[in-house]
């Protein structure tokens, strides 16, 4: 990578123990960012620390449960000089496919605190710090399940769905504030969502894959990287509120 468009840039990245949050956290070092990345996997943290330092950049590495304000809290404390012109909110979990008639509280309000009051925990504590600074972009990873029903259980699309929502309604709001706030959808991306994937109930499973659709391939992490961090960087200085899909085609 050779550009440098985030040299002097603060950037905290969700989720960077692993998949997409981790291709983040490395390609915006080595594009010059200093990354504040955050998860709750301690291993995989270290080993985007490697990658990090490897980018040639320090990097601040904080294991972090986005669904606790406390460690968002901790999250801010870690900006150097209270500075941060991205968030990458890009943490989240599926939810094994389970539709709405067989869903339990536990896992509805853990899908939902991660994929979607995770993230508003997050634009809410560096909204006003962007907005002071007068600029500052939001990258949320949504899914396709945040464009359709038909590709994960109840928790997790009506998760995604709300994110959108979340996008649209700061990318509305902050506009005036020098925020920008976007969001990505990938369609199948090859990393450790599989942890929270195996589908539990057969029956909605198998109508969910009759519904699946034209998979065309599945995508690297670092391919849904260049999206996030083109979205997050000036040369997107016009588009805000946009929700866009990175999935080969396959909600086309
Ligand atoms: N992989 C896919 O096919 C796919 C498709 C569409 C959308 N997505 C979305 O992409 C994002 C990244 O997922 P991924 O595919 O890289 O999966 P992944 O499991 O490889 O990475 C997700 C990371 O989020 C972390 N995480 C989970 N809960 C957390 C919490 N409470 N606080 C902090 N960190 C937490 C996990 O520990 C993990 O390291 C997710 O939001 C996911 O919904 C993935």
Redesign the pocket.
Known sequence: MSEQRFAGRVAVV?????????AVARQLAMEGATVVG????AE?LAATAELVEEGGQPGTMIV????VQA?VDRIVAALPDRRVDLLAN?????DHFVPVTELDDATWDRVL???LT?PMRLCRAMLPLMAGQGRGAIVN?????GLTGAVAGSA?VSS?HGLVGLTRSIANLYAEDGVRANAV?????????G??SAPKVPWAYERLERSFGRVTR?AT?AE?STLVCWLGSDEAVNVNGAVVASDGGWTS
């Open positions: 969700t989720g960077a123990g692993s998949g997409i949050g981790q955050c998860d709750v996997d995989g972090a449960d986005i669904t460690d890009v943490a989240g979990v599926m605190a991660v994929n995770g990873v949504a899914s396709i399940g997790y995604k959808c990938p369609g199948g991306v090859q990393t450790n969502i942890r929270s599945t992490p849904v």
